[in-house]
Structure formats: structure tokens, C-alpha cells
């Protein structure tokens, strides 16, 4: 019976002693070791037992000393191959006193290899877990957040060990979030719980050295199968540095979006990358216009291109390019910039992106060349009044010489006729010397802004009367009674009264008329004036020597005869069209002009009928 049990056991059975002899093997012992019972017995414990596995010799100890034993050991089949065994073992004594033991062998390489695994990967996880960055947690749902586990990470978050938490339950994680933090967790906790969803935050903590630190938290709530809540469950991770980071690139990026001045970054073949405000602001384009498009959009075509070429050459040389220049607008406008262009360097030393940084200097160079005009101005003025001053000296001397040569000359031997010659002389020249000074007395007058003008009411016609006797006069006195003289005036009209400064208004005339019999050899002169809507206009044509284009720019400014006074025969000091001009405009009209080098000159000028029409 007891072999048959011994035989027929599902467990496979060995019969053996102390030293290792094996005396009987069942079937399933045969199974278990691919051999037959006799090999089994013929090779004994050598046969079936791994002798190089280290446990050996602690199983024999302990079964030499306790009889029974149920130990994990390394068995080995007929084939050489081998498992993971676990042998228990029993004693008893056969019938002639021998002690034998009975062992019941089982594989559990099976079962082995799983707790092998699930030892490599609980390690695995340890690793992994030790390894992260944050810290890994379970607790409760309680107020503080009692944890059940948590990794070693929270003694770099927190400054405690986990053991440290673990132990003392004044330690609780509630106590180091912020308190401004904990209610707002809390609650946010209680949403996640009751949708079973998933928990995400960013707050604040006090770490164990009094350190406030910024902390990203992700976890869930674990349920048990019958839904009930276990624990949460979760990871805290240390975001200190990346909100700092975050926050400076914020005050960075304020500080160049709001900068007064224009700063665009491009990539190296200076596609425009990022622009601020003020580029916007500056140039007109929008982002969606600018952003994508290359620097180009800007060129005025106004700048050289070297300075284009010295741009390039400086910056991707790793320089700074500073300058200025002329761009243009999205409506074509220009505007002058102040640039420096700089390049961005990348961790390995290259160029990625240039950064420009440029301010509208427009008011500026307009100032600055308003100034260079003015200063030049002011010098070709300076000039010309140091000339005008010999001319005048010139001048004056001439008329004021007569006076005094002549009236030396008169005595009492001198008949009447003559003394009677001698003053027409003298008072001609006392005349002209005033002219003069009048003419001068007007200047500074215009000058000062003093001229005053006095309106009334006066009719051309008669005023024409005067001046035509005026004009015999200059022909006598300039020698031109050849001259043939031609009035216009509206035909069929008596009286043409309008409001105006009459004395001013015959002076332009006189001034007119003298220049256009002084520079008119032989031929023609003609003088008019007619209606013209609400203003008259009046006109002095001659056939004399005319005038040059380049004299005629610059004809009715302040001393412009100048140059070539001292050259001419005619009289004058070259500021006659100058007063005519400006007088012409207190009476609110304007005066210009056409002339052809030898064909004669066209003087006209308009003035309103009615005092400020
Ligand atoms: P001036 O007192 O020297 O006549 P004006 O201002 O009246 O000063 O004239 C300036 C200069 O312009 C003259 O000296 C002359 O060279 C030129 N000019 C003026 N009117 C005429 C004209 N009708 N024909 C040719 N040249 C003229």
C-alpha cells in the first residue's frame, strides 16, 4: 500500500540518506528529472541537486540538525538542465535501523520566476522613483495630508526624510503650503474626489529650512472595488527655478515690448522674427504684415549700398553695427532711424538671430538740417550786408560828394546862370541821397516788422494820371525819352476806386517803372493794371536787357545787386524789388515775375480791391 502511494504520488518523491544515496525515485520524481529511477539511484544526490548552488550546504546543516526542512535549492535534470526546486523533507527509520528521508520535491521555477520579476520590478521602481526629480506620495484625505508612503524625493523638496514624516505627525505637508494656498487645495481636492478626476496645481511651500518654494502637484484618488476612497495618491515636483525663469522672461518681455525704442529680431538672412510696439508704431506695418518678411520691407532706396554692405560685413562678423538711416514706411513715407544691430550667439558660439534696435531721429536731422539751413542763411546774409554796406558807402558818397564839390564851388564871381546850375545839381543829389535813405529807413523798418500801412479809398485812374508824368520824368532823368510808353487800363472806365495804401502802392510802381527804363536800352515799355476777381492786377513790361534765371531766383531777396554794383552803371543799392515785394504783401497781395536774357522782363503783382479781401 505504501509503495503504491509512494509510486503513484503526484509530488514527486525521492528515498534517500545522509550521504546522499538515493535508495527509490517515483514516477513522477522520473517526470520531474527526465530520468529513469535507476539513473536516479546510480548517480545519487550529485545527480539531481545543483551541487554548485551556495544554499547546499546550509540545507544539509539544518536538516543534519533538525530532521525536517522545506528550503528552496537548485535541482538539475538528467538532461543537465536546471529549476528552482523546494524540497521537504522527512525522517524515519527502516526496519533495520537505518535513518532514511523521504523528500517531496516541487518546481517552482514557475512561481519563482514571478517573484523574480516582481522583485525586479518593484526595484525598478524604487529606482525610478529615487530618480525623479519630484517627490512620489500616497495619503489620506484628511486636513493634512497624512502620507502612507512617500519617496525620497521629499527630503530635496521639503528637507525631511521620508522617515522623518512618517514619524513625527507634527510634520504634516498641510503645514508647509503656504497658508494663503491650503484652502484652495483642499477644495480642489474635494472636486477631484467626487469626479473622480485628476488633481493639478501649482503652489507654494515652506521647506524645513524656512526656504519658500514653488511646487507643480499632479495626483488622483485611488478607489477600492467597491468605490470607496482609499488613499490619493501623487507627484510634487520643485518649479522654483522655471517660475523664476518664467517670471524673468515676463519682465523681459514687458521691458522690450513696452521700450520706447524699436527692437525687431530676426533670423540671420534678416526675416523678421518678433517686433515690438514701438517698430509697429514706428513703420506703420502691423504684426501680421511685418512678422515673416525680411528686413527689405523697410529699404527707402536712398541709402548706399556700401552702407549696406559694411552692415552685413560688421554683424556677421559677430560686431555690432551701429548707424543711421533713411527707411521708408508701409504709406512710403521716410524717416531717418538711429540703428545698432547686434547679433545673437547660441550655445555653441553662432550666430542664430540679430537684434535691431533703432529710434526715429526724423525731428532730429529735420532740426539738425533747419539749423545747417538757417546757420547758412544767416552767413550768405551776413555777407551780403557787409557787401551792401560798401555799395551803400559807395553810394551815398556819390550824390553826397556832388552836394559838397558843388556847393564849394559856388562864390561870388560865379554868374547867376551858372549858381542857378550848380543848385539844380545840388538839390538833384539831396534828392537821390534821400530816395536812398528812405529806401533804407524802409528796410530797417520791414526788418523790425515796423512798417505800418494806412488804407483808403483811391482811384486808380487818377493815381495813373500821376504816375504817367512820373515816368516822363525818370525818361528825362535816365535819358530814355526814345522810350515808347503804353498805358492799360479797363477800357471805357472813368474812375476805379479801391481800398488800399496809396503811397506804398505808387512807390512799387515808381520802383517798377524806374528799373524798366534804367535796363531798357531802345524799344518798349508798357504799364497796366485790371480787374481780377476780387483783387487787381498790375504789371510793368519791358523789352530791355531782362534777366538771368539764376539773378531771378534770387531777385527780391535782400541785397541780391550787391555783386554786381560796382560793375553797373545804374544806380541803386539792390534792395528796391525787396521792399516792393514785402510791401506788396502788407497789402495783402503777392508780386513775381518773367523775364527772357535780352528780350526784357515782365514785373507783376496783384492787390486786393477791398482791405483784407
Ligand atoms: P536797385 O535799387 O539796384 O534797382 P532793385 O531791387 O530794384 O534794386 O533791382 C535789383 C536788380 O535787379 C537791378 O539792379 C537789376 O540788376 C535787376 N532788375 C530789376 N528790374 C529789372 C528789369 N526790368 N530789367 C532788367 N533787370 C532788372
Given at each position: 500500500m505504501y509503495r503504491s502511494f509512494f509510486e503513484n504520488n503526484f509530488d514527486a518523491l525521492i528515498l534517500t540518506n545522509d550521504d546522499g544515496d538515493i535508495f527509490a525515485a517515483n514516477k513522477a520524481a522520473c517526470r520531474l528529472f527526465k530520468s529513469t529511477e535507476k539513473q536516479i539511484i546510480a548517480k545519487g544526490r550529485s545527480g539531481v541537486v545543483d551541487m554548485s548552488d551556495p544554499r547546499l550546504q546550509s540545507v544539509l546543516k539544518k536538516r543534519a540538525e533538525d530532521g525536517l526542512v522545506k528550503e528552496r535549492i537548485r535541482l538539475k535534470r538528467g538532461d543537465n538542465s536546471t529549476f528552482e526546486g523546494e524540497i521537504t523533507t522527512t525522517f524515519f527509520t527502516d526496519d533495520n535501523g537505518h535513518k532514511r528521508t523521504l523528500i517531496t520535491v516541487r518546481d517552482v521555477s514557475g512561481q519563482f520566476e514571478n517573484e523574480q520579476q516582481l522583485k525586479a520590478s518593484k526595484r525598478q521602481n524604487e529606482i525610478l522613483i529615487s530618480n525623479l526629480p519630484g517627490m512620489v506620495y500616497r495619503c489620506l484625505f484628511d486636513k493634512k495630508w497624512t502620507f502612507i508612503y512617500v519617496s525620497e524625493g521629499s527630503k530635496l523638496i521639503t528637507g525631511y526624510s521620508p522617515e522623518y514624516f512618517l514619524e513625527n505627525p507634527d510634520v504634516s505637508y498641510a503645514k508647509l503650503i503656504l497658508q494663503k494656498y491650503r484652502n484652495e487645495i483642499w477644495d480642489?481636492?474635494?472636486?477631484?474626489?467626487?469626479?473622480?478626476?485628476?488633481?493639478?496645481?501649482?503652489?507654494?511651500?515652506t521647506d524645513s529650512k524656512g526656504q519658500v518654494k514653488w511646487v507643480w502637484e499632479r495626483g488622483r484618488p485611488v478607489f477600492d472595488s467597491h468605490g470607496k476612497l482609499d488613499y490619493l495618491e501623487g507627484y510634487i515636483e520643485d518649479i522654483t527655478e522655471r517660475k523664476r525663469t518664467e517670471r524673468d522672461l515676463i519682465k523681459f518681455t514687458r521691458a522690450v515690448e513696452q521700450n520706447m525704442s524699436s527692437i525687431v529680431l530676426t533670423d540671420i538672412n534678416g526675416n523678421i522674427e518678433y517686433a515690438n510696439k514701438a517698430f509697429f508704431g514706428m513703420t506703420g506695418f502691423n504684426r501680421t504684415e511685418a512678422v515673416g518678411q525680411n528686413m527689405r520691407l523697410l529699404k527707402s532706396g536712398l541709402v548706399a549700398a556700401g552702407v549696406y554692405k559694411d552692415m552685413w560685413g560688421t554683424i556677421m562678423n559677430g560686431k555690432t553695427w551701429r548707424g543711421e538711416l533713411?527707411?521708408?514706411?508701409?504709406?512710403?513715407?521716410?524717416?531717418?532711424?538711429?540703428?545698432?544691430?547686434?547679433?545673437?550667439?547660441?550655445?555653441?558660439?553662432?550666430?542664430?538671430n540679430f537684434v535691431s534696435v533703432a529710434e526715429n531721429i526724423t525731428e532730429r536731422k529735420k532740426a539738425e538740417e533747419e539749423l545747417i539751413e538757417a546757420k547758412e542763411r544767416a552767413e550768405e546774409v551776413d555777407r551780403l550786408k557787409t557787401a551792401f554796406l560798401?555799395?551803400?558807402?559807395?553810394?551815398?558818397?556819390?550824390?553826397?560828394?556832388?552836394?559838397?564839390g558843388f556847393s564849394e564851388l559856388i562864390d561870388e564871381q560865379m554868374s547867376k546862370e551858372q549858381i542857378l546850375e550848380f543848385s539844380r545839381?545840388?538839390?538833384?543829389?539831396?534828392?537821390?541821397?534821400?530816395?536812398?535813405?528812405?529806401?533804407?529807413?524802409?528796410?530797417?523798418?520791414?526788418?523790425?516788422?515796423?512798417?505800418?500801412?494806412s488804407f483808403s479809398d483811391i482811384d486808380l485812374v487818377s493815381l495813373f494820371g500821376v504816375l504817367a508824368q512820373e515816368v516822363k520824368k525818370k525818361q528825362v532823368k535816365h535819358d530814355k525819352e526814345n522810350l515808347s510808353v503804353d498805358v492799360k487800363m479797363p477800357e471805357g472806365v472813368q474812375k476805379f476806386v479801391i481800398h488800399t495804401d496809396r503811397r506804398r502802392l505808387m512807390q512799387v510802381l515808381l520802383n517798377l517803372l524806374d528799373n524798366a527804363i534804367k535796363f531798357t536800352g531802345k524799344g518798349s515799355l508798357q504799364y497796366g493794371f485790371k480787374p481780377e476777381n476780387d483783387k487787381v492786377l498790375f504789371w510793368v513790361k519791358d523789352t530791355g536787357i531782362g534777366i538771368s534765371e539764376e539773378k531771378q531766383r534770387m531777385i527780391f531777396q535782400m541785397f541780391n545787386q550787391v555783386e554786381q554794383?560796382?560793375?553797373?552803371?545804374?544806380?541803386?543799392i539792390g534792395i528796391g524789388l525787396t521792399v516792393s515785394q514785402k510791401l506788396i504783401e502788407l497789402l495783402g497781395g503777392k508780386m513775381w515775375m518773367e523775364s527772357?536774357?535780352?528780350?526784357g522782363s515782365?514785373?507783376?503783382?496783384?492787390?486786393?480791391?477791398?482791405e483784407g479781401a
Open positions: 480642489k481636492w474635494n472636486t477631484v474626489v467626487k469626479q473622480k478626476s485628476t488633481f493639478e496645481a501649482e503652489y507654494q511651500i533713411i527707411n521708408k514706411k508701409k504709406n512710403g513715407e521716410l524717416f531717418w532711424v538711429n540703428k545698432a544691430i547686434s547679433p545673437i550667439l547660441d550655445s555653441r558660439g553662432k550666430i542664430s560798401a555799395n551803400m558807402s559807395h553810394e551815398l558818397r556819390t550824390p553826397l560828394n556832388a552836394v559838397i545839381t545840388i538839390n538833384q543829389s539831396g534828392n537821390h541821397l534821400l530816395e536812398i535813405v528812405e529806401q533804407i529807413f524802409d528796410v530797417s523798418l520791414l526788418e523790425t516788422g515796423n512798417l505800418s500801412v554794383s560796382y560793375t553797373r552803371e545804374t544806380g541803386g527772357k536774357m535780352g528780350q515782365t514785373f507783376y503783382f496783384t492787390v486786393p480791391q477791398k
